[in-house]
């Protein structure tokens, strides 16, 4: 088993950044591919950015392109989202996966085994 618990998480004003980290414990994640996905009230939770496990590839939904960057420490057993440039549209429940299959890219919630409980992420105009 994986536990997964992001923090990092807060209220920020439109164009500032936050540093969200994802910790994880049980086992090493070395192995896995991870990912960030995003969940506004109302909405389905919809993908944000996924890396592989050695860190060597990475992927982003296009409304985060240029803005969020992903990356990992095997070492601390931890996934980092850099966010830059914050809008308003970006505010939601921020969640780390983890995939067991770490050589893949995934963009869809079902191919991930283990999930982070969340961290809030507020933008304001």
């Known amino acids: 088993q994986v536990q997964l618990v992001e923090s990092g998480g807060g209220l920020v004003q439109a164009g500032g950044s936050l540093r969200l980290s994802c910790a994880a414990s049980?086992?090493?994640?070395?192995?896995?591919?991870l990912g960030w996905f995003r969940q506004a009230p109302g909405k389905e939770r919809e993908f944000v950015a996924a890396?592989?496990?050695?860190?060597?590839?990475?992927y982003y939904a296009d409304s985060v392109k240029g803005r969020f960057t992903i990356s990992r420490d095997n070492a601390k057993n931890t996934v980092y989202l850099q966010m830059n440039s914050l809008k308003p549209e970006d505010t939601a429940v921020y969640l780390c996966?983890?995939?067991?299959?770490?050589?893949?890219?995934?963009?869809?919630?079902?191919?991930?085994?283990?999930w982070g409980q969340g961290t809030q992420v507020t933008v304001s105009s």
């Open positions: 996966a983890a995939a067991r299959l770490g050589t893949a890219i995934f963009t869809i919630v079902g191919r991930y085994d283990y």
């Open positions: 049980g086992r090493t994640i070395s192995s896995y591919a």
């Open positions: 890396i592989t496990l050695s860190g060597a590839r990475t």
